[in-house]
């Protein structure tokens, strides 16, 4: 079983750097699955629209939803996150070479979420790639048992981890 996780302070670092690197490990010919975030800067609104790329060919799934200027609240799409997570689940099998997760995030540590696409992942020995918050790391760890390793957020350290 290989798993990591990687993490980084700034907002949109991650985002990055996960989509860097799954982009290189498919252009290398490497079978990906996953989910990248890709957000999307909007002029009427200070917060962006935040959208995944379901790996290796789409589609694009935007999983905010728009409430508001005001709104303080999780502007995640909880329907459009699982339609992200059926999309997935239906491309993921033994031929996978790497499954990429832009996060473990809230719904992941309560459950739901990529939660069972990663533990399928895991099943078929697919090695397993995530984003995490500091919000939810203990949650990963206990999730993952305390196996998986933390990996520097740089595409030539998660390269390294992933050919090791």
Same mark, same amino acid.
């Not at 020995?125 to 196996?147: H, I, Q, Y």
């Given at each position: 079983?290989?798993?990591?996780?990687?993490?980084?302070?700034?907002?949109? &670092?991650?985002?990055?750097?996960?989509?860097?690197?799954?982009?290189?490990?498919?252009?290398?010919?490497?079978h990906v699955v996953g989910v990248v975030?890709? =957000?999307?800067? +909007? &002029? &009427?609104?200070?917060?962006?629209?935040?959208?995944?790329?379901?790996?290796? &060919?789409? /589609?694009?799934? +935007?999983?905010?939803?728009?409430?508001?200027?005001?709104?303080?609240?999780?502007?995640?799409? /909880?329907? @459009?996150?699982?339609?992200?997570?059926?999309?997935?689940?239906?491309? *993921? =099998?033994?031929?996978?070479?790497?499954?990429?997760? =832009?996060?473990?995030?809230?719904?992941?540590?309560?459950? +739901?979420?990529? +939660?069972?696409?990663? %533990?399928?992942?895991?099943? *078929?020995?697919?090695?397993?790639?995530?984003?995490? =918050?500091?919000?939810?790391?203990?949650?990963?760890?206990?999730?993952?048992?305390?196996?998986?390793?933390?990996?520097? /957020?740089? /595409?030539?350290?998660? @390269?390294?981890?992933?050919? %090791?």
């Amino acid at each position: 079983m290989k798993i990591a996780y990687t993490m980084t302070e700034g907002k949109g &670092d991650l985002d990055q750097v996960l989509y860097r690197f799954a982009k290189a490990e498919m252009a290398r010919g490497t079978h990906v699955v996953g989910v990248v975030q890709v =957000n999307t800067d +909007r &002029d &009427d609104c200070p917060l962006c629209d935040m959208d995944v790329e379901v790996l290796p &060919d789409g /589609p694009t799934i +935007r999983i905010s939803q728009d409430l508001g200027r005001e709104a303080k609240g999780c502007r995640l799409d /909880p329907d @459009a996150l699982e339609t992200s997570v059926t999309e997935v689940g239906n491309r *993921l =099998n033994s031929d996978v070479a790497l499954l990429v997760l =832009n996060k473990f995030g809230k719904h992941e540590a309560n459950g +739901r979420g990529f +939660r069972d696409t990663i %533990g399928q992942a895991m099943a *078929l020995d697919v090695p397993v790639l995530c984003g995490v =918050n500091a919000l939810n790391r203990e949650a990963f760890e206990e999730f993952s048992g305390g196996t998986a390793k933390f990996v520097a /957020p740089t /595409p030539e350290a998660l @390269a390294d981890w992933f050919s %090791g």
